[in-house]
Each structure stands twice: as C-alpha cells, then as structure tokens.
C-alpha cells in the first residue's frame, strides 16, 4: 500500500539537533511537492517547510527559517528535515505531506493528498 512514512524524531535539550525522515513507499517522491508540518498539543496543525517538485524552490515558516532545512534524496525516494537550534515551542508531532499541485509555500494545506503518521518531536529547556 502506498504511503509516507516518518521517522527520527525524539527527545532532545534545547539548541540540540535531529534529521527527520520521509520515506516514500509505492510512489515516487520526486514527482511531488513535499512538505512538512507540525501539530503541538492545543495547538493549529502549522506549515514548517516544503520542497517543490519542479524546480526545487524551498519556502520556510518565519518561525523556523534559518534553523531547518529541507532537502530530498531523490535516489533513496526519501525527503528530510534537518532542524537545527532546536527550542521548546519546536516541540510537537511532525508530518511529511505530498501532493502533486500542492502549495510550497504551505499556505493552501488541503493541496497536499496524501501524508504520514507522525513523528513526535520533543525539545526539552
């Protein structure tokens, strides 16, 4: 069956780092706009960062620009995120989403089709 699945996330202090991964089964990431987005408990599902299909453009959220990074890894049909500087409010469930049209700058979520189960992020202070 085909899906997205995410893994690397964890328990880390403040300033501290982790890679997360996107692993695309029963498709091809490359033909997808990828994103990422992040749910904290009480809080809005929230855009993190996307990748474009075509040309590679990367948008960030305000809130994380400088610190994460984005990137795919077209040969291992994987997506990752590399976050950096971490602090306590990065804290929450991280997903990988996929859409063929979908919006890379995250503000029209419902363009993504299809995504994961999570993986939960803790940043502790």
């Known amino acids: 069956q085909a899906g997205l699945q995410e893994s690397g996330g964890g328990l880390v202090q403040a300033g501290g780092s982790l890679r997360l991964s996107c692993i695309g089964s029963?498709?091809?990431?490359?033909?997808?706009?990828v994103g990422w987005f992040r749910q904290a408990p009480g809080k809005e599902h929230e855009f993190v960062a996307a990748?474009?299909?075509?040309?590679?453009?990367?948008h960030y959220a305000d809130s994380v620009k400088g610190r994460f990074t984005i990137s795919r890894d077209n040969a291992k049909n994987a997506v990752y995120l590399q976050m950096n500087s971490l602090k306590p409010e990065d804290t929450a469930v991280y997903f990988c989403?996929?859409?063929?049209?979908?919006?890379?700058?995250?503000?029209?979520?419902?363009?993504?089709?299809?995504w994961g189960v999570g993986t939960r992020v803790t940043v502790s202070s």
């Open positions: 989403k996929a859409g063929l049209r979908a919006d890379v700058t995250g503000k029209a979520s419902h363009t993504y089709d299809w």
């Open positions: 029963g498709r091809t990431l490359s033909v997808y706009t």
């Open positions: 990748t474009d299909k075509s040309d590679g453009r990367t």
